[in-house]
């Protein structure tokens, strides 16, 4: 497989861990079982992360690949375009959600049943693009774009460090990254899979 989709399946597979790290909050502040304060800042990092990293690289990349797959086989691509048109979405419902987070740290009260809301909202529309993605437009880039379309999707789009998962950890981010650790339950025992899909250990 080349490079490219290699690290595009890794990243989903890292936006997974953290996507289960927010959902572990909100399932602790909607069940009023507060072993612990719910971790404000976990999520502000994990909103910041996921609006910045995707719309600078992993967007634009799957956007350019789409363009590609246009190119060699115009009718399948036509039945992911959708796919696509959902990253406008996905990145207002995150701007929306960073909008109550950011009340929250200027002292206004925000209803939890509000904070639940958005940031469920969040959650399941970033979960629901990507396992769409895995299932119907990766495959179809694996099996359509040739080596020679990849390599000109990599050097037309320039690359970003990741500032979470990559080797120069942002600052802000170290504190994710060591929740990221000891992430655990949706997202152990899983690993990319070479279709573009996700499997789990032992399967
Ligand atoms: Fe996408
Ligand atoms: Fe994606």
Redesign the pocket.
């Known amino acids: 497989m080349h490079p490219l989709m290699k690290t595009l399946q890794q990243d989903h597979y890292n936006f997974l861990k953290l996507l289960n790290c927010v959902q572990r909050e909100v399932d602790m502040l909607e069940s009023g079982q507060m072993e612990r304060p719910f971790n404000v800042m976990l999520v502000v990092d994990a909103l910041d992360y996921l609006k910045t990293y995707?719309e600078q690289w992993?967007?634009p990349l799957?956007d350019a690949l789409v363009k590609k797959l246009h190119a060699r086989a115009d009718e399948q691509a036509k039945e992911v375009d959708w796919?696509?048109a959902?990253?406008k979405s996905l990145e207002a419902q995150t701007k929306i959600a960073q909008r109550v987070y950011q009340q929250i740290a200027a002292g206004h009260v925000v209803p939890r049943e509000r904070l639940i809301e958005e940031t469920r909202g969040f959650v399941h529309g970033q979960l629901a693009?990507?396992h769409r993605?895995n299932a119907r437009?990766y495959p179809l880039l694996i099996r359509l774009l040739t080596d020679d379309d990849m390599d000109a999707v990599a050097e037309a789009v320039p690359e970003r460090e990741d500032g979470l998962f990559g080797s120069l950890q942002r600052a802000q981010y170290q504190h994710l990254g060591a929740e990221l650790v000891h992430e655990a339950a949706m997202t152990q025992g899983q690993r990319p899979e070479k279709d573009g899909g996700f499997v789990k250990s032992g399967l």
């Open positions: 995707p992993h967007h799957e796919l696509m959902e990253h693009h990507i993605e437009l």
